[in-house]
């Protein structure tokens, strides 16, 4: 495999991401010319917003344009994604894309796209765990005392998360099954509106990605 400075690679991944007649290689050495947009389909303070916010900011310095972000909330990342798809496909409108994207494809009967289709991947930029956070005045301390409050307590604990078909819904989906509990989803426009629920009495539990700057810092704080 031939190695590649990294500034190279750069231009080479951005400029991967025009699809018709251009030359990739002919349009990484002039690539870009102008500012670049990035989209993400979740609001601002939120994981994905603060990664692509440190990616632009390293792209920006390293191929010497602004690379802009720009919040896109709704439909767990659809919204963006659909007008990703609907953009030119010269390079200057990029998209942040994760796991929702793939559970999209099968959750919604009616998109106006066809993910693999439609658009091309650039390269992976990370990779995140999960964490559940509660309310520090919620009765149970751990999972099994969290389970067995839920049991009491059917319907009675709601379950922020950052949109329907987003990591949190599917991972509390999945708790549920596994545990045979019963919460009910609470669906915000983005995690960094959704972290906020812990401190509200009644939105007591969520799912979200450990290891995003805002959910660290609430782990830390206890």
């Given at each position: 495999?031939?190695?590649?400075?990294?500034?190279?690679?750069?231009?080479?991944?951005?400029?991967?991401?025009?699809?018709?007649?251009?030359?990739?290689?002919?349009?990484?050495?002039?690539?870009?010319?102008?500012?670049?947009?990035?989209?993400?389909?979740?609001?601002?303070?939120?994981?994905?917003?603060?990664?692509?916010?440190?990616?632009?900011?390293?792209?920006?310095?390293?191929?010497?344009?602004?690379?802009?972000?720009?919040?896109?909330?709704?439909?767990?990342?659809?919204?963006?994604?659909?007008?990703?798809?609907?953009a030119k496909p010269d390079g200057y409108?990029?998209?942040?894309?994760?796991?929702?994207?793939?559970?999209?494809?099968?959750?919604?009967d009616n998109l106006s796209y066809n993910f693999i289709r439609d658009i091309a991947p650039v390269a992976c930029t990370m990779r995140l765990t999960n964490v559940m956070l509660v309310n520090p005045s919620f009765p149970a301390k751990t999972i099994p005392e969290f389970i067995a409050y839920a049991k009491a307590n059917p319907k009675k604990i709601n379950m922020a998360t950052s949109g329907?078909?987003?990591?949190?819904?599917?991972?509390?989906?999945?708790?549920?099954?596994?545990?045979?509990?019963?919460?009910?989803?609470v669906s915000y426009r983005g995690a960094g509106a959704a972290r906020f629920c812990r401190r509200v009495p009644g939105l007591p539990r969520r799912t979200e990605r450990y290891g995003s700057l805002p959910l660290l810092a609430d782990v830390r704080a206890g």
């Amino acid at each position: 495999m031939v190695k590649l400075a990294r500034r190279e690679l750069l231009r080479s991944a951005a400029g991967a991401a025009v699809l018709n007649t251009v030359s990739r290689f002919a349009f990484a050495d002039t690539y870009p010319s102008r500012p670049v947009h990035l989209l993400v389909g979740f609001a601002a303070a939120g994981p994905a917003d603060i990664a692509a916010r440190m990616i632009a900011d390293a792209l920006a310095q390293r191929l010497g344009q602004p690379f802009i972000v720009e919040n896109r909330p709704g439909g767990a990342s659809n919204l963006a994604t659909e007008m990703v798809v609907n953009a030119k496909p010269d390079g200057y409108t990029l998209l942040l894309i994760g796991s929702p994207n793939a559970v999209n494809a099968t959750l919604y009967d009616n998109l106006s796209y066809n993910f693999i289709r439609d658009i091309a991947p650039v390269a992976c930029t990370m990779r995140l765990t999960n964490v559940m956070l509660v309310n520090p005045s919620f009765p149970a301390k751990t999972i099994p005392e969290f389970i067995a409050y839920a049991k009491a307590n059917p319907k009675k604990i709601n379950m922020a998360t950052s949109g329907n078909g987003s990591p949190p819904h599917m991972l509390g989906e999945l708790f549920m099954m596994l545990t045979g509990v019963d919460l009910v989803p609470v669906s915000y426009r983005g995690a960094g509106a959704a972290r906020f629920c812990r401190r509200v009495p009644g939105l007591p539990r969520r799912t979200e990605r450990y290891g995003s700057l805002p959910l660290l810092a609430d782990v830390r704080a206890g």
